[in-house]
């Protein structure tokens, strides 16, 4: 059975996608801990699954490095196998990927290298392009420049705000998301092979 500690900064609605599958019998993974840089709604997600949380506020810390520090000892306490970004809205330092890498994976809405960083939807409206899409990618030391485990393309639509555009993103990041964490936990997808540069740091 593969562990997850599952990163979130807001709603968390694709960790409850991925605490929904991960709750049936027969799904290969579990999560077993919920983290987050901030008081987020969503860790009402994990308390209604009975998962428990870990805060480690950003805004506590004098530096990024010393957040980084502090969120790796207290995930070192779960011994995750593989640590999921779902929305966690911060840079991790580099000696936190570094311990974790390639275990690391990270949902992205846009179809990368398209659109990367924190405004991944919003930048896709900007550009005026006619579709978009969503992908799960390894997580190294850039900003959403790592592996691409899945993607697949959403199509913008006359009229999108980036709230529409983005309700329709979500549900395919959480199918993409869901299968490629049921492919770690078979062993159909190496990690280390799709990272090799990671695994070897
Ligand atoms: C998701 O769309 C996720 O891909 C995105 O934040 C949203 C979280 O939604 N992450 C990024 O943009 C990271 N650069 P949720 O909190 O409802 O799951």
Do not use: C
């Not at 899945?150 to 990041?173: F, N, S």
Request: aromatic share 6%; hydrophobic share 45%.
């Amino acid at each position: 059975m593969l562990t997850l500690a599952v990163l979130i900064s807001g709603a968390g609605s694709n960790l409850r996608a991925l605490l929904e599958a991960t709750h049936e019998a027969d799904f290969p993974a579990r999560v077993i801990v919920v983290g987050a840089d901030r008081q987020a709604d969503g860790f009402a997600h994990a308390e209604a699954f009975g998962i428990p949380t870990l805060l480690v506020p950003f805004h506590d810390f004098e530096s990024r490095e010393e957040w980084g520090a502090e969120l790796h000892a207290q995930l070192s306490v779960w011994q995750p196998d593989l640590l999921v970004l779902s929305g966690l809205m911060r840079l991790l330092p580099a000696p936190f990927v570094d311990a974790w890498a390639p275990r690391i994976i990270n949902t992205h809405p846009a179809y990368l290298p398209e659109f990367p960083g924190a405004h991944g939807v919003r930048d896709a409206l900007a550009a005026g392009v006619d579709q978009t899409g969503a992908s799960v990618i390894v997580v190294d030391g850039g900003v959403d420049t790592g592996p691409i485990l899945a993607q697949e393309r959403v199509a913008v639509l006359p009229g999108d705000t980036e709230h529409t555009l983005h309700d329709r993103i979500k549900p395919v990041e959480r199918r993409l998301l869901i299968d490629v964490v049921r492919r770690i936990a078979q062993g159909d997808l190496d990690l280390s092979a799709a990272a090799p540069t990671a695994s070897s740091r």
